[in-house]
């Protein structure tokens, strides 16, 4: 655990110590917080419908897959990418560390810089609740989980493509593509019937995120989210071991 | 202490290092030696576990590299070829990192980068970034690392490459001084590192083992006739009359003088032969002094090459 810490500690050394991570965390700041003023005084109109504007701010609209897609990937896009560039795996790779260790501490860093970015939007909790008494915290709770489950996820993705790449970019694209083609799977469900159907929707990110912000935390979205994290990083962790047998 | 069995390693269908086979025990200096391309930096990263052979394993302290690796790891340190730092980590948070990552921890770790930091007297860069040291020290810094978590061995891929010679001279004094409490392997490409260095050899070329011994070894091994140096009091003519009523001389060439009165010549005797109480004798006969007499030895450079040539020369043949 104190070698696996060792490594999430660098990671985090390496955001804060290069303006990429103040970079991002602004424009998240930034996007999320105008998304919020605009969600905001369209269901202020008298004719707007009985939705929460936290609801649709976790998963409710384009701009939330757009933030999750676009955070994962630039904080996972250097984690193999550069140790690979810049030779480094060698004497991390030659230490005595296991692979496991290796990928959960790059995993912990890009989560955790995720959970603070995430954090910052507590305060859109509060707005509402000071304007709305009987707010109703259970799928705000909810919707919370969802973003962090679907953050892991992501992350995993990200990490993965980072691994087997020896370039931010390439690793970038790579992530992204996984990423939109699950986020996809809606098409396949909307355009599909029967059994199909049902399959596509229980991959269908969008219904999965749609249930959490209703406060509807179904087990078989939990097993999902979690099971594709553990695949992907199971799968970065391989990539590790190939590169010895290359 | 190490032991490497039938080491071998493609890449592809190209090879890196073919049933490579040795063992080094405790306290030795190594060197690998070889040209460029060889296969020394991928025997050294079959050593430290970065990769894995596809024939044949290799045991650290009875550790197989592929079977325990970790285990095995924990008694390498390794200075890899270009020595990558962390470039936007100071020296003080990278030798804390790599540490932690060697499992070291609190008052431990803390003595041992404080031992590392003296030893290689990095003391003056412990606040500056890695990225804007110096060569000299960042090749320090490296051995620091491999330092850090005090293991017998020490593996070091071309420890004085590209320092300037101010610099080679302190790594080569650190890494003798490093060599009384550690097992040290290094490769080289540079002969007179491994003549200042190591006590044994390990000769690879084209990815196999051609010889393993101690430089006086690999010296004499390549040593059949004797070649001398002498100087005659005596014009050349009577030189070249003494020379050629030895029958175990090969040959001999006339030499430029310099200075010293008297005619010089390089003997070459015949395989196997030693001929200077032969000319001594001679010469006394002729009542002619010798006023030099200079046995030549064969440098580690001409071994070297000796080796190379003949081994390629095999090849072609076969």
């Known amino acids: ?246 | 202490m190490i032991e490497a069995i039938s080491l071998t390693k493609m890449y592809g269908t190209k090879k890196g290092v073919e049933n490579i086979s040795f063992k080094i025990d405790k306290g030795e200096i190594v060197g690998f030696l070889g040209p460029n391309g060889a296969g020394k930096t991928t025997t050294m990263r079959l050593l430290t576990g970065f990769l894995y052979p596809n024939d044949g394993d290799a045991y650290i302290e009875r550790n197989s590299i592929i079977e325990k690796p970790l285990i095995a790891r924990k008694y390498i340190g390794y200075l890899s070829e270009n020595n990558p730092l962390y470039e936007d980590l100071k020296v003080k948070e990278y030798l804390d990192f790599r540490g932690r990552v060697k499992g070291l921890k609190g008052k431990e770790l803390k003595n041992r980068i404080d031992y590392v930091v003296e030893k290689c007297e990095i003391r003056d860069v412990i606040s500056k970034l890695t990225g804007s040291c110096s060569k000299g020290y960042r090749q320090r810094i490296g051995i620091a690392d491999a330092l850090i978590n005090d293991p017998p061995i020490l593996i070091l891929d071309e420890p004085t490459q590209g320092l300037d010679p101010a610099q080679i001279y302190h790594t080569r004094e650190l890494i003798k001084s490093l060599s009384v409490e550690h097992t040290v392997i290094l490769s080289t490409h540079i002969l007179s590192e491994v003549e200042a260095i190591c006590s044994r050899v390990l000769l690879i070329q084209k990815g196999n083992l051609i010889f393993d011994g101690s430089l006086e070894e690999m010296k004499n091994a390549f040593k059949k006739n004797q070649v001398l140096d002498v100087t005659f009091l005596c014009d050349e003519t009577k030189g070249r009359e003494i020379l050629s009523s030895i029958k175990k001389i090969d040959r001999f060439e006339k030499l430029q003088n310099e200075g010293e009165g008297g005619s010089s010549f390089v003997i070459y005797s015949l395989e196997g032969e030693d001929i200077r109480e032969e000319i001594f004798w001679k010469c006394f006969e002729e009542r002619i002094p010798i006023l030099r007499l200079n046995e030549k030895k064969k440098s580690l450079e001409e071994a070297f090459l000796k080796i190379i040539s003949e081994e390629s020369k095999e090849e072609e043949i076969q």
């Not at chain 1, 909810?142 to 962090?148: F, I, M, V």
């Open chain 1, 1 to 246: 655990m104190n070698k696996l810490l060792a490594i999430t500690k660098k990671e985090l050394l390496h955001y804060f110590y290069s303006p990429m991570a103040y970079v991002v965390l602004w424009a998240f700041l930034l996007i999320n917080g105008f998304l919020f003023y605009v969600i905001l005084s369209a269901l202020s109109k008298t004719a707007s419908p009985p939705v929460s504007p936290l609801s649709i701010i976790f998963g409710g609209s384009f701009f939330f897959y757009l933030l999750t897609i676009v955070i994962t990937v630039v904080v996972t896009m250097r984690l193999g990418a550069e140790e690979r560039k810049q030779g480094t795996f060698e004497t991390l790779l030659t230490s005595p560390i296991s692979d496991f260790e290796i990928v959960m501490g790059k995993f912990l860093a890009a989560f955790i810089f995720y959970v603070v970015a995430w954090l910052f939007t507590l305060i859109y909790v509060f707005i509402v609740k000071a304007y709305q008494k009987d707010l109703d915290f259970g799928p705000i709770i909810s919707s919370y989980l969802g973003t962090l489950l679907l953050g892991m996820f992501f992350i995993s993705i990200g990490l993965f493509s980072s691994m087997i790449s020896k370039n931010q970019i390439v690793s970038a694209v790579i992530a992204t593509l996984i990423m939109t083609m699950l986020l996809g799977i809606t098409f396949l469900e909307f355009i599909s019937s029967g059994v199909t159907r049902e399959i596509f929707h229980y991959f269908d990110i969008l219904t999965i995120m749609d249930n959490f912000s209703k406060g509807i935390v179904d087990s078989r979205n939990l097993i999902y989210l979690l099971s594709g994290t553990a695949f992907f990083i199971a799968l970065s962790e391989k990539s590790l071991e190939a590169r010895r047998w290359q």
